[in-house]
C-alpha cells in the first residue's frame, strides 16, 4: 500500500484484509476508500478499490437473492410502470416536506393522508394533454436508506427504474442538510444524477487478454496515454476479466472504468422542487437553493400547494426535460386519440419497433403529417427524422 494514503487510511485498510465477512469486507473497504486523500497519487489506489468495493456488493446482493424465498409476495415498494414514471423523494423529518401534497395537487389521488406519516408508496395519474404521467409519492429517505434502513435499498431499487426523480426540498428548512442526505444515499445506490453515461464500453472477449482502443481525439488526450492504459487493464483484470475489449469514445476517468465496470450504476434525470413557497423568507432561500446546485441540477420548480402555486404546464416541462415528443399514430386516416411519447430525433423505424416488429419486417412506406410544414403530407422511409406532434400512419407490403 502506498504511502501516499497516509496512516489512518493503511490502518482501516489492514482491518479490510483481516475481515472474514462480505458484509465485513465491504464496511472496512468503504471506511478505508473515505480515508484516502483524493489527489493524482491516489487516483489508481481508489480506483482499483472501488472497483473491489462493486465487485463485493455484487456478491453480496447475489447471496441475499439466493436466499430470498421464491414464494415471498412482490415488495410494495415494487411499482409497475404506466406511462412516464415521475419519482417524489425527500429526506426523512416530521412534520414532512409536502411530498403527498404535491401528488394529490397534481393528481387528486391522496387527499386523506395528506399531513400523515406514509410508510407505503402513494400513486396517482397526472394527466397532460391526454398524455398519462404516473406520479409516485415515495417514502421518505433516511439517513444510510443505501444500506437498508428505513426500508432504504427497496425504495432506491424502484427510483433505478423511473422515468424522472423530483428531489422535493422543504425551503422552510436547511436545504443543504436535506439535499446533501439525498444525493448520498443515490450515490451510494450508485444512482448517477444527471450526468450521461460514459462514452467507454467494456466487451468480454475469449482470448487476447485486455485490449484497449482510443476512437477519438479527445480520448486520447490523456498525459501518459500508455500508463493511463495499463491502469485500465488492472483495473478491468481486478474485476476478474482477464480477456476483454475496451473502448473509449471521448475522455474519461478512471472512475469511469469503474462505473463501466459496476453493473448496478443506472443514469438518471432529476429536478428540484421546492415546496411550501408561502412562508416567510422561502423566495431568497429558493434562490440560495438555485446558486448552490445548478451546476448539477438544470431545472428547479418553485411550489406552494396551499396557495395553488405550481407550474400550470408540468407535463410540457417535463417532456422537454426529458427530450421526449408526441408522435400521433393513424389508421385508415382515423388519428389516434392519446400519442406516444418517444424520445427526440427519434425515427420512423422506432415509432414501427414502439408499435410491433413486424411493422419493420413488412414495411413498405410511412405517411407522415406534419402541420405548418411547406410539405404538410409526406411519403417516407424508415430513417426519417420525426418531430413533436407528428402524425405517422405505417404501411406494410
Known amino acids: 500500500m502506498s504511502s501516499n494514503v497516509g496512516p489512518e487510511a493503511q490502518a482501516a485498510y489492514e482491518k479490510y484484509l483481516d475481515a472474514s465477512s462480505i458484509d465485513e469486507k465491504i464496511k472496512k473497504l468503504e471506511e478505508f476508500l473515505s480515508l484516502v486523500p483524493k489527489h493524482k497519487a491516489t487516483e489508481k489506489i481508489v ?61 387528486k389521488a391522496a387527499k386523506d393522508k395528506i399531513g400523515k406519516f406514509t410508510p407505503l408508496p402513494e400513486i396517482g395519474i397526472y394527466k397532460y394533454k391526454k398524455i398519462r404521467f404516473q406520479i409516485v409519492d415515495m417514502p421518505s429517505l433516511m439517513e444510510d436508506a443505501s444500506k437498508g434502513v428505513g426500508n432504504g435499498k427497496e425504495i432506491l431499487s424502484q427510483l433505478r427504474a423511473c422515468d424522472l426523480l423530483v428531489l422535493c426540498v422543504d425551503l422552510s428548512r436547511n436545504v443543504k442538510d436535506q439535499m ?34 482510443y ?10 496515454l500508455a500508463i493511463f492504459t495499463e491502469k485500465i ?57 438555485k446558486k448552490i446546485y445548478s451546476n448539477n441540477f438544470p431545472l428547479f420548480i418553485g411550489s406552494s ?3 395553488s402555486q405550481f407550474s400550470e404546464n408540468f ?14 399514430t393513424m389508421n385508415n386516416g382515423k388519428i389516434a386519440d392519446k400519442p406516444l411519447i418517444i424520445d427526440e430525433n427519434a425515427r420512423v423505424r422506432d415509432v414501427a419497433l414502439k408499435i410491433h416488429r413486424s411493422f419493420i419486417e413488412l414495411f413498405d412506406y410511412a405517411v407522415i403529417i406534419r402541420e405548418g410544414s411547406r410539405q404538410k403530407r409526406k411519403k417516407v422511409g424508415l430513417e426519417y427524422k420525426l418531430k413533436d406532434n407528428d402524425v405517422i400512419e405505417l404501411h406494410t407490403k
Not at 445506490?189 to 484497449?212: C, E, H
Not at 407535463?315 to 400521433?328: A, S
Request: a positive charge.
Open 47 to 107: 480506483a482499483l478499490n472501488r472497483s473491489r468495493l462493486a465487485k463485493l456488493k455484487r456478491e453480496q446482493e447475489a447471496r441475499r437473492k439466493r436466499l430470498k424465498s421464491t414464494g415471498k409476495r412482490s415488495s410494495p415498494f415494487s411499482i409497475k410502470k404506466e406511462g412516464l414514471q415521475i419519482i417524489l423523494i425527500s429526506d426523512f423529518h416530521t412534520p414532512g416536506v409536502g411530498k403527498t401534497s404535491v401528488l394529490n395537487y397534481l393528481t
Open 180 to 213: 446533501e442526505l439525498m444525493l448520498k444515499e443515490l450515490s451510494e445506490a450508485d444512482i448517477k444524477i444527471n450526468s450521461p453515461p460514459p462514452p467507454i464500453s467494456i466487451q468480454k472477449t475469449g482470448s487476447n487478454r485486455v485490449q484497449v482502443f
Open 215 to 224: 476512437l477519438t481525439k479527445e480520448a486520447k488526450e490523456v498525459e501518459d
Open 233 to 289: 487493464r488492472e483495473i478491468v483484470n481486478e474485476n476478474g476479466i482477464r480477456n476483454a475489449i475496451v473502448k473509449i469514445n471521448g475522455a474519461i476517468t478512471l472512475n469511469h472504468v469503474v462505473d463501466a465496470l459496476t453493473t448496478s450504476v443506472v443514469y438518471k434525470k432529476a429536478i428540484i422542487l421546492g415546496t411550501k413557497g408561502d412562508l416567510p423568507n422561502t423566495e431568497s432561500i429558493f434562490n440560495d437553493l
Open 305 to 307: 400547494i396551499k396557495k
Open 315 to 328: 407535463g410540457e416541462i417535463v417532456l422537454h426535460y426529458l427530450k421526449k415528443i408526441k408522435i400521433y
